[in-house]
């Protein structure tokens, strides 16, 4: 079949790098003589026919930026039948021959659905918690990382200043990836994450004891899916117990923003090109993700059902390390 329309959307948390596949699939679809739409809002959009045609000019001067243009969503609606088939009717109405889902598990597992509905549909990770199997990253995770590490580094001056101990929340949702990433990278005394059980009194012991080995000061990075959030931690060690005095910091939606990284943009830009190939080649209902070297396209149920369990030698050089 001749692929003659194709539409692409953004869905679900934005990332940094979004922009970035946008603008390599509406390339890569008018390079190939295919017409490419936008659909505005994720799935919300979709529903409400928030779709135009989209040419060179639309994506000009993108790359860099954070965010994304087509703007983004989170859709309840989508989650009923009638909302999917109200989604797949302006799909129809603009006789979209196939779609490009750039989101993550939540939005990936919409794009599972219209393919089951008949849509050919590909999907492209796009997340900063790295929790999408089957992909070594998804589009936003190293700018995200490095939003952490930033902020990180700034937070030890001033913690090194007063003789303090931060606890440092970041996000992730469920998963841990981007704490234990950096923590290790921002040499953090602790990191406390979902896949981890830790308890408080486990946490002050460390912190106590990084006190009496005459640190500075002290950082425990801790994911906001993690057993205790930090200003539970917080609230439980008292100066008198550990022998620094204790500050917060919620990192939030700062990483979320931004300008993406050179990593990030190119894995976009990979990523985008490759989604389009795949709808070329006729393939649906699968997401194409980044593996070593080689970009490979795997069924969305069997991404979506993996685990994508953290790395047991980084889980071991974050103990190390933190000595
Ligand atoms: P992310 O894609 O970043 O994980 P969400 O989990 O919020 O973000 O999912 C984004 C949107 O995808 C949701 O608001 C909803 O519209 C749609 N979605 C999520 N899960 C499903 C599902 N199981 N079936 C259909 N649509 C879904
Ligand atoms: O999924 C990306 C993410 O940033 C999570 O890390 C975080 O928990 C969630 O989105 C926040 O959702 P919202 O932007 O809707 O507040």
Known sequence: MTLKRIAVMTSGGDAPGMNAAVRAIVRAGIHQEILVYGIHRGYAGMIGGDIEEMDLRS???????????????RCPEFMTEKGQIEGLR?????????????????SLAGALVLHQMGIKVVGVPGSIDNDLARTDMSIGVDSA????LYAIDKLKDTA??????????????????????AGIAGG?????IPEQEVSLEE?????????????????????????????????????????????????GHIQRGGSPT????????????????????????VMVGQQGRTVVATPLEEVLEAQRPLNPFTLRMAEILAR
């Open 59 to 73: 994506v000009g001067g993108i790359i860099h930026l954070g965010g994304t243009i087509l703007l983004t969503a």
């Open 90 to 106: 302006q799909l129809r109405r603009e006789s979209i021959d196939g779609l490009i889902v750039i989101g993550g598990n939540g």
């Open 145 to 148: 990382l490095n939003t952490a």
């Open 160 to 181: 090194s200043s007063h003789g303090r101990a931060f606890i440092i929340e970041v996000m992730g949702r469920h998963c841990g990836w981007l704490a234990l990433e």
């Open 188 to 192: 953090a005394e602790m990191v406390l």
């Open 203 to 251: 946490v002050a012991r460390e912190i106590k004891d990084s006190y009496m080995r005459g640190k500075a000061h002290a950082v425990i990075v801790v994911a906001e899916g993690a057993r205790y959030n930090a200003q539970a931690v917080a609230e439980y060690l008292t100066h008198e117990q550990v022998g620094f005095e204790v500050r917060v910091t919620t990192l």
């Open 262 to 285: 050179a990593y990030d943009r190119i894995l976009a830009t990979r990523l985008g090109v490759a989604a389009v190939d795949t709808l070329r080649e006729g393939k649906s209902g």
